[in-house]
């Protein structure tokens, strides 16, 4: 079976732009970030669900229905051209926040869940952490990264890049135990990873990583309970182990096609990841041909760089960036990658990895060509004409949901937040 | 509930709920028995069988460099017996051993008949080298158990295949000094090794000694992606054996070593402990071990026979606590409860029960286990509570005595039962670790192993007043 997606048709598409208790001065101003609860509660032909929006330090909970039409026996879908009413239950209904992280601007959340002792991980700018618990406003626990020389206040808010060096993330391990978070160190010399307790004493720092030769690490993601990767500066993504001493496991060095910018593992396969450059690169990786790669000797001398290829590459047409790039969570072959124009493409890697045979390094890489580009990149969302060159693509302001198939939500500058599921039929092979 | 005049010896209930005895024969040709190391420990199966009315399970045993698998079968009535029924097979069982108590040779229950005549060969062996220790995974698809050696390799096992599907060998040569471990000056003392497992499974974090005499060590291997790569290696400093390790949970893991201290750390902590526990009285530190029920309850047992339950939470705070002593005196780390083993049994192995958060066995030098439920300590203790309140916590050293005034009471209450296994054991036979196992799902079900091979399971009787 193969998903066939018609061009800018979608299933359902709804968007709102929220109303707000307090009065907010310029929506532009303040930094959003976006994903999804893993929330779903079925009602009368639709299923609710609901969407965690952050504008500044506010952290926002609107609830949303996805219509479930789709699943009924025997009625083909139709692509709906008008747009739906997933959010009319708020619409109109101004928001009052459901956490404040005081302060701090949030620029990342990860959303654990009702069951847990925390809901939400949020990230700020700087770097902090907070734990957010359902019920309580203000964080239960954080992790406070000071301002001042140890970050370099001066240097995160100088004018020549500030924006380039106030880039932190953090990821959670499978079984949410362990928190990994990066941040750049602000003397322009180490970035650091630091590796927190998210089990016994949440929000405790268990041990703190230089990562010498990089200046920011932009991006860290597990694997796994234990292995997870971190992306920076210098174009190198090093596979680290919670466990292990602070020395990398292993490390791919990508120097072509411009900078990495985005990174992300499948959560699905365990051992595919995909990166994105900042010329429009998209490459598809299998985590166990690099480590592989990093102790075959038979194509190459010692002392030489080993041959770490990936198993197919795609663009962006017309160059546009790679800004982040996320695996879905509930198929193994679907990943968006999200331009520096804002426009978010879908992508299915599984006529790449129909191609691909992991016993047979030599038919790697699969160069982007005119067939794989299109048997790959299945649908194009661009907001309409919303979208235009000026306005920069940003990280966290796109996600899948966690449980529905298909089912992306997207919040722009101007706090529009939409939700689609592209229009596609099931065909067999 | 609380019956005072008891005398812990006397009153100390010795009748079995259920006792089998099984001297197992084996294919290959044993010269002399006795002189094999022996382990035992059980798998984690366990299937009811309504028909025949047996519940079956099965023990792993090693001896020398072979591990058998014996199956045992029990009353499944008695183990799980319908409420109409329990009083009187309870009672059945309580005429029955109160016979044997009076002179009549013991007429075992008969849990290994399936085996009894069988030849025994070995499930697995690992060639080269005596098995001292063994932990059978149960959720595990990699492998079915992990076995270590005297010299601290470790193997993992699969069902089906004998032979390891995976090893961490330690070399034999400087590095492990062949000639410090085969020494005759104190060759058992060097050679100890042990391993704990995160209560995942995906970690194993094993000990050994150096060899050089100087530090032990620790290898922090995975057990998750790819079983049997070493992660880290870190030192002890100023120790020569860390003779125990064991998690509490995922990630925490203490270590006991020969200068009577234990360290905890975090698998993904960096290469220092995050607080120790220093422990100068009562002897050397011989075990120690956690409870996986509770995972943050601990127990240490010493070379004179004593043995401590802990609180890490009491523990860890106690490090950081500069209420009742100035900054740079050592940390005021007291016990729960201080419990021993009566004529100066030394503590040989302690293991906390899987099922149960309040009970633990211990094994004396003797060979002798003793059966402890802390239930009369909990009911009674609150760790909320003051000091002033509470009886058992952090009272001797802030008052100069012990309110805690009938240690008597307190180990006639705790020490629930006591298995000599008749008069086999004698005093000058050498209890051994790892050869007493609790069942992991079974509640008080007991296995032992004596050094000439004879294997014992047993069920303590129990009272419940």
């Excluded at chain 2, 509770?294 to 070379?303: A, R």
Aim: hydrophobic share 30%.
């Amino acid at each position: 079976m193969t998903k066939t997606y018609k061009p800018k048709s979608y299933e359902y598409i709804s968007s709102l732009k929220p109303r707000f208790t307090q009065r907010v001065d310029n929506v532009f101003h303040h930094d959003k970030a976006f994903t999804f609860s893993n929330k779903i509660v079925p009602q009368e032909g639709t299923l609710g669900t609901s969407v965690i929006y952050s504008q500044g330090s506010d952290i926002y909970e609107i609830d949303c229905a996805l219509p479930l039409g789709t699943s009924e026996e025997g009625k083909k879908p139709k692509p709906q051209s008008e747009y739906g009413d997933a959010f009319k239950s708020v619409e109109g209904k101004p928001l009052s926040p459901k956490w404040v992280y005081q302060g701090e601007t949030v620029a990342k959340m990860e959303y654990l869940g009702n069951g847990n002792e925390t809901t939400l991980l949020a990230m700020s700018k700087n770097g902090s952490l907070a734990w957010f618990q359902e019920g309580v406003k203000v964080p239960v626990h954080i992790v406070q990264e000071m301002m001042g020389p140890a970050t370099s206040y001066a240097a995160m808010h100088s004018h020549v890049r500030p924006n380039n060096l106030a880039v932190s993330d953090f990821t959670l391990s499978y079984d949410n135990e362990t928190v990994v978070k990066s941040q750049s160190n602000g003397s322009e010399e180490d970035s650091i990873l630091k590796i927190i307790d998210n089990a016994g004493k949440p929000s405790e720092i268990l041990r703190t990583i230089h990562v010498p030769g990089t200046t920011v690490t932009h991006t860290v993601k597990f694997f796994d309970n234990h292995l997870y990767a971190s992306c920076s500066d210098d174009n190198v993504i090093r596979f680290w182990d919670t466990r292990t001493g602070d020395k990398p496991l292993f490390i791919l060095e990508d120097p072509k096609n411009g900078s990495l910018n985005a990174f992300d593992s499948s959560s699905v396969s365990n051992n595919l990841f995909v990166t994105g450059t900042s010329t429009g690169f998209v490459k598809l990786w299998d985590i166990r041909a690099v480590e592989t790669a990093a102790t075959d000797l038979s194509k190459r001398q010692n002392g030489e760089d080993p041959i770490q290829n990936e198993i197919a590459n795609f663009y962006h047409k017309g160059g546009d960036a790679v800004v982040d790039v996320q695996f879905s969570y509930t198929s193994p072959y679907e990943v968006f990658t999200v331009g520096g124009t804002g426009n978010v493409y879908h992508w299915d890697m599984e006529y790449a990895l129909g191609n691909y045979d992991d016993e047979d390094p030599d038919r790697v890489p699969q160069d982007a060509s005119e067939e794989l580009q299109t048997q790959s990149l299945r649908f194009l969302h661009t907001g309409g004409s919303r979208r235009n060159p000026q306005q920069k693509g940003k990280r966290n302001t796109v996600a899948w949901h966690p449980i529905v198939d298909d089912v992306i939500g997207t919040v722009d500058d101007d706090s529009l937040v939409t939700i689609y599921k592209p229009f596609s039929l099931e065909e067999s092979a | 509930m609380q019956r005072r005049n008891t005398g812990f010896r006397r009153g100390t209930p010795s009748l079995y709920h259920h006792l089998s005895m099984f001297k197992p024969k084996f294919t290959t040709r044993v010269d002399n028995v006795l002189h094999y190391d022996k382990t035992v420990t059980f798998r984690s199966e366990i299937i009811p069988d309504k028909a025949k009315g047996t519940l079956s399970t099965s023990l792993l045993y090693s001896q020398g460099s072979d591990i058998y698998e014996i199956d045992c079968s029990l009353p499944l009535d008695s183990f799980y017996p319908h409420s109409s029924n329990k009083k009187k097979e309870l009672k059945k069982e309580e005429e029955k051993k109160d016979k044997d108590k009076d002179g009549k040779v013991s007429n075992f229950d008969d849990a290994f008949t399936a085996v009894e005549n069988k030849r025994l060969s070995p499930k697995w062996a690992y060639l080269g080298e005596t098995v001292s220790k063994m932990s059978y995974l149960d959720s595990s698809d990699d492998s079915t158990m992990i076995a270590m050696s005297k010299n601290g390799s470790l193997a993992w096992f699969r069902d089906g295949i004998k032979v390891p599907v995976h090893i961490v060998q330690e070399m034999m040569g400087p590095a492990t000094s062949y000639a410090a471990m085969h020494s005759h000056v104190r060759p058992n003392n060097l050679a100890v090794s042990d391993f704990g497992l995160s209560a995942n499974l995906d970690t194993l974090v094993k000990s050994q000694s150096n060899g050089s005499e100087v530090d032990s060590i620790l290898k922090i291997i995975d057990n998750a992606g790819k079983p049997g790569e070493i992660l880290r290696t870190l030192h002890v400093p100023g120790t020569t054996v860390t003779h125990t390790v064991r998690f509490f949970d995922n990630y925490l893991y203490g270590t006991c070593s020969d200068d009577n201290t234990l360290r905890f750390w975090d698998t993904r902590t960096g290469d220092k402990p995050l607080f120790v526990l220093t422990e100068h009285q009562n002897g050397r530190l011989n075990s120690f071990d956690t409870s996986q029920v509770t995972g943050e309850l601990f127990v240490t047992g010493s070379s004179t026979g004593v043995i401590k339950l802990w609180d890490i939470r009491a523990v860890e705070n106690a490090t950081t606590d500069l209420t009742h002593r100035q900054n740079g005196e050592d940390p005021i780390q007291n016990e729960l409860v201080s419990l021993y083993h009566s004529g100066g049994d030394s503590v040989a192995d302690v293991a906390f029960s899987e099922t149960s958060s309040s009970e633990f066995i211990t094994v004396g030098g003797t060979g002798n286990v003793y059966h402890w439920d802390m239930e009369y300590l909990f009911g009674r203790n609150d760790d909320d509570n003051d000091d002033e309140e509470n009886p058992f916590n952090n009272t001797k050293t802030h008052n100069g005595s012990s309110k805690n005034a009938a240690p008597e009471e307190l180990q006639g209450q705790c020490l629930k039962f006591f298995h000599t296994s008749g008069g086999r054991r004698t005093s000058t036979q050498q209890g051994k670790r790892n050869t007493v196992a609790m069942h992991p799902i079974i509640d008080d079900l007991v296995c032992t192993v004596s050094t000439d091979s004879q294997i014992s399971l047993y069920r303590p009787l129990k009272l419940r007043s």
